[in-house]
């Protein structure tokens, strides 16, 4: 089938108004990755072929028909924030399906029962404003909060520096209704009611949730909700000595206080979150200034709970006496609405605030996007991001590191001038990272999942025939590969996902 005939028919099922041919929309250029990949893949321009913004479940069914028949590539997308090239076309004609203009509605809220039903398109922080008007959330919560959508979110399986504490998207999703390669519509889990505990045959909810629109289109999703905390008091607390402060993490972490989050943060992360708060002040967000010093290591955290202020001051007490009596931290506590608000939103863009506060580049920058969210067992956290800020440096890059410690998660952000050398440096420093990541027994990817540019890693991480298994179920699902072909390892990895250099160094 030829360009024109695929147009002519996305238009008979969607409406004229609902497929796209121009360039600007099919240029991916939305996704931070894609700019990163330009430094590795100088003559990729990731273009898809055609953009369609489906008006229901029908159209999808439709649409996948059609894509089932003649073997056209589909990516479903939602909020395109994607840090490993998941929503980046690979293949000639591949149609983008855009399920945020239409497929957007709350179906259904159950507050008795703690459940909603949501169409894929709706925006996290809509559903949480809503939400939040009868006292409930859902907990999940990413990094792009701002900016991401629910079907995004079970489609990477989102999570955040919360997630220790509340779950991840998974452990919110009772049930999904989801369009198949082979157009049939099947519902998983328990759609659509209050079920709560259920062992009843395979779990292909979970399998769906962080399958990355590799195995089918989702439609509707069931999620779980709860009640908002009472009360949240957030603190920074900055030490001169980034030992110290690993240390003070330990002593917090065998507090058993009520937590929500505790994060490592080092001096760049606060530069950018410095600039933020001025931003937000600029901007009349707030009217109040704000910073946070900037020291060799801060650990911010939320306490919650009914206990939330006896716990503080058991804190405060903690990191101003005895051991610390002599040189104590510096603590900053963030306790009304608006000023956790602010905090947080600073925290949570910090990567553009970092970008804004580094001193303005010759050439342009490149930022290594495989390694941005590794983890290792928590235990090995603070061995680990010494270890790695210390390896960056020795390659002469900038780097920029937080990490959630609780869980493990290490954010590590290398920046660097994009030159031939520097390209090469990049390579070695990367493989030699994941090479120690691996032999601590840590993942690739703890949060933004596996996308185009970390598969040619998993077959380490797991084994041939794990893989293989995976394959498998990729095969039965979507036997003619048209549901985000290309991704994930669950086929031939296209040639310009490959960092070539990475194997033969490793
Ligand atoms: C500044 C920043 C911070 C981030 N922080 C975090 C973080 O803390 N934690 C984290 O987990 N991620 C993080 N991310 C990555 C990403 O934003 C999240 O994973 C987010 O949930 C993706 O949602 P989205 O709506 O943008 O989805 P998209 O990027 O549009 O899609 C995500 C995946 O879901 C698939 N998909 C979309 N819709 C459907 C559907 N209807 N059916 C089937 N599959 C579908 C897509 O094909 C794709 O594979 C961050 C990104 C940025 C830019």
Redesign the pocket.
């Known amino acids: 089938m030829n360009k024109e005939e695929i147009f002519k028919k996305l238009v008979d099922i969607c409406g004229k108004e609902n497929v796209s041919i121009d360039d600007a929309d099919l240029i991916a250029t939305g996704?931070?990755v894609a700019k990163g990949l330009e430094a590795f893949f100088k003559d990729v321009s990731f273009k898809a072929g055609f953009l369609v913004t489906p008006r229901n479940k029908d159209d999808?069914v439709e649409i996948v028909k059609l894509a089932n028949e003649h073997k056209i590539p589909l990516?479903?997308?939602?909020?395109?924030?994607?840090?490993?090239g998941?929503?980046l076309p690979v293949y000639e004609n591949t149609i983008i399906?855009d399920?945020?203009r239409h497929?957007n509605k709350i179906i259904k809220i159950n507050y008795e029962e703690e459940y909603c039903v949501v169409e894929?398109?709706v925006?996290?922080l809509k559903l949480q404003e809503v939400l939040a008007k009868k006292g409930y959330f859902f907990p999940a919560?990413?990094?792009?909060?701002?900016?991401?959508?629910?079907?995004?979110?079970?489609?990477?399986?989102?999570?955040?520096?919360t997630?220790f504490r509340f779950g991840?998207?998974r452990d919110y999703t009772r049930g999904l209704q989801?369009v198949l390669a082979s157009g049939k519509v099947i519902q998983t889990g328990h759609h659509r009611t209050g079920n709560e505990k259920s062992v009843a045959g395979l779990d292909l909810t979970s399998l769906?949730v962080g399958?990355?629109?590799?195995?089918?289109?989702?439609?509707e999703i069931t999620l779980k909700i709860q009640k908002l905390p009472k009360s949240e008091i957030s603190l920074a607390i900055s030490f001169k000595d980034i030992d110290d402060c690993f240390e003070a993490i330990e002593e917090i972490k065998d507090m058993e206080l009520d937590l929500a989050l505790l994060e490592y943060i080092d001096e760049m992360t606060i530069d950018g979150m410095n600039k933020n708060f001025k931003y937000q002040l600029k901007e009349g967000i707030i009217d109040k200034k704000m910073k946070i010093p900037k020291r060799a290591g801060t650990i911010l955290m939320k306490i919650i709970g009914p206990h939330a202020r006896e716990e503080l001051e058991v804190v405060k007490n903690t990191m101003t006496t005895g051991k610390h009596a002599e040189s104590p931290p510096k603590i900053l506590i963030f306790d009304i609405p608006l000023d956790q608000e602010t905090l947080w939103n600073a925290r949570?863009?910090?990567?553009?605030g970092i970008v804004r506060s580094l001193p303005a580049p010759e050439q342009p920058r490149m930022f290594i996007p495989a390694i941005l969210?590794i983890a290792v067992p928590p235990k090995r956290i603070a061995d680990f991001l010494k270890m790695s800020k210390e390896m960056s440096k020795s390659y002469g890059f900038i780097p920029i590191t937080f990490g959630h410690v609780m869980d493990g998660n290490v954010?590590l952000i290398s920046a660097q001038f994009v030159t031939d050398e520097n390209l090469a440096k990049v390579k070695e420093f990367q493989a030699r990272l994941i090479d120690h990541v691996y032999s601590l027994g840590g993942t690739i990817t703890?949060?933004?999942?596996v996308?185009l540019w970390k598969q040619q890693f998993l077959e380490k991480e797991f084994g041939k025939e794990t893989i293989e298994v995976m394959q498998m179920i990729k095969k039965t699902f979507d036997p003619n590969n048209i549901?985000?072909p290309g991704?994930m390892a669950l086929g031939d990895i296209p040639a310009i996902a490959r960092i070539e250099g990475m194997e033969e160094k490793r």
């Open positions: 996704d931070l999808i990516i479903p997308r939602a909020g395109n924030t994607s840090l490993a998941q929503v399906i399920i945020g497929m894929p398109g925006e996290f919560e990413p990094g792009s909060g701002f900016a991401c959508m629910i079907g995004g979110m079970v489609g990477n399986n989102a999570s955040g520096a997630s991840t998207t989801i769906f399958s990355e629109g590799t195995l089918g289109i989702i439609t949570h863009n910090a990567g553009p969210d954010h703890a949060e933004h999942g996308g549901m985000n991704k």
